[in-house]
């Protein structure tokens, strides 16, 4: 994808992945109020138009949902008081996505806010989009239909672990509802939103309703699972959570590693299916673990070496 990207595209994108501007976009999405009742042709332009007529309240509307514990804090924070800032920032320090994202929101005038979206959403569009729109269309709208029919006879713990590859529900108070919507953009990746009251999960639509089908995903799958596996550091990654779930911070402490560098392990481990992520929490996938052969299995002391017992 990025061979196709211009100069202009690579710059915004290249910062939408540093700060996480890409999640701002899904806030965006969700606040602005003329989606939902027009089709998907006019979405581009009605949201381009949304976010020019709120430059002045842009980076508000625009910051993550943090819980109605950090509400007064976070408007503290948005007013430009540093303490507040400073605080929220530390708060978050062990969840990448919002710690980056909150630095960068807290420091961005809203002009160059603007132009950094309207360019990443544009440009994206344009440049990788447009042409396979009504094909990705069709592949969402397959799946969701085919999901509304399974939830039916399922319940929503084992609705999201099994259209999400693994992630389980948990309670959160004061969450009364569940939004569930297929995503092709970021695959394999469920990407979990938190909004007043709702939370929300973006999952990777099924493979069968993607152009090229099963087969071609199963290779792609297999590539990346072996890149996965052919570093040690990694091995040392998915056996430090073998047992216990922990924190980017607490890995990072463990090896004596830069957070970047266990960040990009963690990133390639999560590609192949074999970790997961949530709330900044790592935990390995068990039911992924156990397909790749008995070899990994019996490294992580997820099964005993027969050799050895003989």
Request: proline share 4%.
């Amino acid at each position: 994808m990025r061979d196709r990207m211009s100069k202009e595209l690579q710059q915004e994108v290249n910062l939408a992945g540093e700060v996480h501007t890409w999640r701002s976009l899904l806030f965006l999405a969700h606040r602005c109020p003329d989606l939902l009742q027009s089709p998907w042709e006019q979405h581009i332009k009605l949201f381009l138009n949304w976010i020019q007529e709120n430059e002045n309240c842009l980076v508000k509307l625009a910051t993550p949902y943090l819980g109605e514990v950090y509400a007064s804090e976070l408007e503290e924070a948005l007013s430009g008081n540093h303490v507040a800032q400073d605080h929220l920032i530390q708060n978050h320090s062990d969840n990448p996505v919002i710690h980056l994202n909150l630095r960068y929101l807290f420091s961005v005038d809203s002009r160059t806010f603007l132009q950094h979206l309207k360019k990443l959403l544009a440009c994206w569009y344009k440049e990788l989009l447009f042409s396979d729109m009504p094909h990705t269309m069709l592949a969402l709208q397959q799946d969701k239909q085919h999901n509304e029919q399974i939830s039916d006879v399922l319940k929503s713990t084992e609705l999201i672990r099994l259209v999400t590859k693994g992630s389980e529900l948990q309670p959160h108070p004061g969450v009364d509802t569940l939004w569930m919507i297929p995503q092709s953009a970021y695959r394999p990746f469920t990407v979990i939103n938190y909004l007043p009251q709702c939370l929300v999960y973006y999952y990777p639509v099924a493979d069968e309703f993607l152009p090229g089908g099963i087969a071609q995903t199963q290779m792609m799958q297999v590539a990346a699972l072996h890149k996965a596996l052919g570093d040690v550091q990694r091995i040392r990654l998915l056996s430090l959570i073998r047992h216990s779930p922990k924190s980017l911070g607490e890995l990072t402490n463990t090896l004596n590693a830069t957070k970047s560098n266990v960040h990009h392990h963690l990133t390639l481990l999560r590609t192949a299916g074999l970790v997961q992520v949530e709330d900044g929490v790592y935990s390995i996938n068990h039911e992924a673990v156990s397909q790749v052969g008995t070899e990994l299995q019996v490294v992580l002391g997820m099964q005993k070496n027969k050799m050895l017992e003989e």
